[in-house]
């Protein structure tokens, strides 16, 4: 049945070709660091669009701009800090590109999106001077504390510029976590472009579309995530700011991603790696240049919802008390588009002391200390960053003292005894 759907407002953000091909329509969401404080309880809270269209000529996979950036970043609430093996992850990567560069206390180090400064403190304890661009000032502030130099501003062109000008320029460009958020690709690639030495190089990391659709992880797509990257878009995109991606990891974060390593189009000095051409060619072969691929992902979006959905309703049926653990972004998404409110899930919990207290945006579900849990002795424990769940699985191992089990939403509903 042909149904009227949303018209985009915009065209695609980087080639600006206009958008006309749904890559799966998540309904209206609220923004999901929007944790609701126990006051505003009774109060109106704001729904967007949440939907995600991909462009045809350049296979940007990318969400409509609903919200501007400046209204999700500048108090946010994700501390990177929080979570074990993010830092585990950031010390891995100091440890293999300090020695890969020959990065020394000459060189200069900039992260973007720095947040409080977990990546960067790494290299100030080995010498080496850094810079952090962070636009969250709460989160900044933390940076700063420990020791780090922290700039509190969005990262563009012009904060390149004025860098450059003050001969800042890098000899390495960090960027974990900040791709998907950025609300004008253009201008922030070229903005690395401006900011890097002749020889130096960038590496960014962010979440593998290919991943993404393969398992299932429409709870990544969320208001503060503005695109979604294969290695094909990204290349595209550097290559039209005068950048080569040279080499490409395929590393485990977020459910799968890349990071990619760009130098100037002209600087010989890094060649192409087979690495990277084998990956670019495994995309094409997947179908990620053909439209097609793209359009069977709603489909398998409300398939692995009714299948959680069916879980969640013969576990309550059986008496079952359920209990989530975590309080991510892609929980909300999650929870929103499948409707699961406290109906299912009686409370979740959280490390992160800034959310405790508060209650999960749209669903309302409280979020509590973490050792409620030992207290109310769920049945289930639904883990809802499941990208932590081997982590989490072996912290809360204690749940199985009284038979609870886990449960993990993504790619399909698990149990794990
Ligand atoms: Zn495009």
Same mark, same amino acid.
């Given at each position: 049945m042909e149904v009227?759907?949303?018209?985009?407002?915009?065209?695609?953000?980087?080639c600006g070709t206009k958008l006309h091909h749904t890559l799966v329509d998540l309904g209206m969401s609220p923004l999901c660091e929007s944790y609701v404080s126990e006051d505003k309880l009774n109060?109106?809270?704001?729904?967007?669009?949440?939907?995600?269209?991909?462009?045809?000529?350049?296979f940007l996979v990318q969400l409509d701009e609903y919200v501007s950036a400046a209204d999700i970043f500048t108090e946010y609430a994700y501390f990177s800090s929080y979570a074990d093996s993010w830092v585990q992850h950031m010390k891995n990567y100091t440890?293999?590109?300090?020695?890969?560069?020959?990065?020394?206390?000459?060189?200069?180090?900039?992260?973007?999106?720095?947040?409080?400064?977990?990546?960067?403190?790494?290299?100030?304890?080995?010498?080496?001077?850094?810079?952090?661009?962070e636009p969250a000032a709460n989160v900044a502030k933390v940076a700063v504390e420990k020791g780090i130099p922290t700039l509190v501003r969005f990262f563009g062109c012009d904060t390149a510029k004025e860098l450059a000008a003050e001969?800042?320029? =890098?000899?390495? /460009?960090?960027? $974990?976590?900040? +791709?998907?958020?950025?609300?004008?690709?253009?201008?922030?690639?070229? *903005?690395l472009e401006i900011l890097l030495k002749a020889k130096g190089v960038i590496t960014i990391e962010f979440p593998h579309l290919m991943r993404l659709m393969e398992e299932n992880q429409f709870d990544t797509i969320y208001h503060e995530h503005f695109s979604y990257f294969s290695l094909?878009? =990204?290349?595209? /995109?550097?290559? $039209?700011?005068? +950048?080569?991606?040279?080499?490409?990891?395929?590393?485990?974060?977020? *459910?799968?991603?890349?990071?990619?390593?760009?130098?100037?189009?002209?600087?010989?000095?890094?060649?192409?790696?087979?690495?990277?051409?084998e990956l670019h060619d495994r995309e094409i072969k997947a179908g990620f240049m053909r439209l097609d691929r793209y359009s069977t992902f709603t489909e398998q979006v409300n398939e692995t919802k009714r299948?959680?959905?069916?879980?969640?309703?013969?576990?309550?049926?059986? *008496?079952?008390?359920?209990?989530?653990?975590?309080?991510?972004?892609?929980?909300?998404?999650?929870?929103?588009?499948c409707g699961i409110r406290t109906d299912f899930i009686d409370y979740t919990v959280d490390r992160n002391t800034y959310k405790q207290g508060k209650f999960l945006p749209g669903t309302h579900i409280p979020i509590l200390t973490p050792d409620t849990?030992?207290?109310?002795?769920?049945?289930?424990?639904?883990?809802?960053?499941?990208?932590?769940?081997?982590e989490i699985m072996e912290q809360?191992?204690?749940?199985?003292?009284w038979g609870g089990k886990f449960v993990v939403p993504i790619p399909e509903v698990k149990v794990f005894e």
């Open positions: 009227a759907t949303r018209k985009p407002k915009r065209g695609c953000m980087f109060q109106m809270e704001p729904f967007y669009p949440l939907h995600a269209y991909v462009c045809e000529k350049c440890d293999m590109i300090v020695p890969r560069l020959g990065l020394t206390k000459d060189s200069f180090v900039v992260e973007v999106a720095s947040n409080d400064g977990y990546l960067l403190q790494h290299f100030v304890n080995r010498g080496i001077p850094v810079l952090g661009i001969k800042k320029q =890098a000899d390495l /460009i960090a960027g $974990a976590n900040v +791709l998907a958020q950025v609300p004008d690709v253009n201008d922030f690639v070229k *903005g094909i878009s =990204a290349e595209k /995109i550097f290559e $039209a700011h005068g +950048l080569t991606i040279f080499d490409v990891d395929e590393i485990p974060t977020h *459910g799968g991603s890349l990071r990619i390593y760009a130098r100037h189009a002209g600087d010989a000095s890094h060649p192409v790696t087979p690495k990277l051409t299948k959680l959905l069916e879980f969640l309703i013969s576990a309550k049926r059986e *008496g079952k008390s359920i209990a989530g653990y975590g309080a991510p972004g892609k929980g909300n998404t999650l929870l929103n588009f849990i030992r207290k109310t002795k769920p049945d289930y424990l639904f883990i809802l960053p499941w990208n932590f769940k081997d809360q191992a204690y749940i199985r003292e």
